[in-house]
């Protein structure tokens, strides 16, 4: 296992953190180009990103995923609870789990399109979310995975994401 740091860079505001995360070795993660730094803060020596978005490709054993990272500063807080309950209409399997001392929730669902949109056969593919309220930073991190992976991948690489450090 290695840490992956996921940062970017602002010209105005400079090099932030949006987190960290340990990784299996053969595992890597590329910049896809889509990057936004609106706001930074210090914390516990670092600069975080405070609101933006980063868009990566997460290359796991010669399987590319998708993986995009929000960040945001809550206003009026974030209820957990309701995001669950809000997202999880339609999902395969949600729940919660503990990422760096935060109850975080997730959400596992499956979708398709065929494949040349009126004809052929269907795309099948899997999306996850991760949300979770970092207070010592006091930013809402969500993250966005989905390629062609299965539910049991999409499990095993949840227990990855548990991994994650936010401060």
Request: glycine share 6%; charged share 30%.
């Amino acid at each position: 296992m290695y840490t992956a740091y996921i940062d970017a860079e602002n010209p105005v505001l400079g090099r932030a953190r949006f987190v960290s995360i340990s990784l299996p070795e053969k595992w890597q993660i590329k910049p896809a180009g889509y990057t936004d730094v609106e706001l930074v803060r210090e914390a516990y020596g670092d600069k975080w990103v405070a609101s933006g978005y980063i868009t990566l490709f997460m290359l796991r054993n010669g399987k590319l995923t998708a993986l995009k990272i929000t960040v945001k500063e809550p206003i009026l807080g974030f209820k957990l609870e309701k995001w669950l309950n809000k997202n999880s209409k339609r999902s395969i399997k949600s729940g919660f789990i503990e990422v760096n001392g935060h109850r975080a929730g997730y959400i596992i669902r499956e979708a398709s399109r065929k494949r040349y949109l009126i004809v052929g056969d269907r795309i099948k593919w899997v999306k996850m979310n991760l949300a979770l309220m970092c207070r010592e930073t006091r930013r809402r991190i969500n993250i966005v995975v989905e390629g062609s992976m299965t539910v049991e991948e999409a499990e095993a690489l949840l227990e990855i994401l548990s991994t994650l450090r936010c401060h």
